[in-house]
């Protein structure tokens, strides 16, 4: 969804296509409609300017190693091996248990998808809790006419 409203999109994904949990139709629907994946990469930090807005991720290369839990090679992060993406947007996208102090040990989620930051949205599994992919897709469809509103109210 983002991708319709924003020209730059890329997912950042610790493993490799081979391990990634989405299908192939959806992966390649990613890619037909212009998202960027980098693979055996995986976000360390997040990282923002002297006003508190996103400018960027740290990011750490990675490798895989033997077959986890899941049955997925389990992956580890190569030595040395940050570097920084530059970004002004960072949404979460990973499923059913959420992390949130790299962002800010005090974020909360609220009623919408907005959090208690300014300009941090929750969605996903991170808002609605292990859901459907189509459940998915819906709230992504919402989310992104809310981020579109409060753009759209702040240009006037």
């Given amino acids: 969804s983002l991708v319709r ?10 493993r490799s296509l081979q391990e990634m949990p989405a299908s192939p139709a959806e992966i390649k629907a990613c890619e037909k409609e212009g998202v960027k994946i980098v ?4 976000i360390k930090d997040i990282l923002k300017d002297e006003n508190g807005n996103v400018c960027g991720v740290q990011v750490a290369k990675m490798e895989l190693g033997e077959m986890d839990e899941s049955g997925r ?4 992060e190569v030595k040395d091996s940050l570097f920084t993406i530059d970004c002004d947007l960072v949404a979460m996208a990973i ?3 959420v992390d949130f102090t790299p962002l800010n040990n005090n974020l909360k989620t609220t009623d919408t998808h907005a959090s208690t930051l300014d ?38």
């Fill in 39 to 42: 693979f055996l990469n995986n």
């Fill in 73 to 76: 090679a389990s992956c580890h």
């Fill in 5 to 14: 409203i924003i020209d730059d999109v890329t997912i950042v994904y610790r």
């Fill in 95 to 97: 499923g059913q248990k």
């Fill in 119 to 156: 300009n941090v949205f929750i969605i996903g599994d991170a808002f609605t809790g292990p859901k459907t992919i189509g459940s998915a897709v819906m709230e992504g469809k919402k989310i992104a006419k809310e981020i579109e509103a409060k753009y759209n109210e702040g240009a006037n």
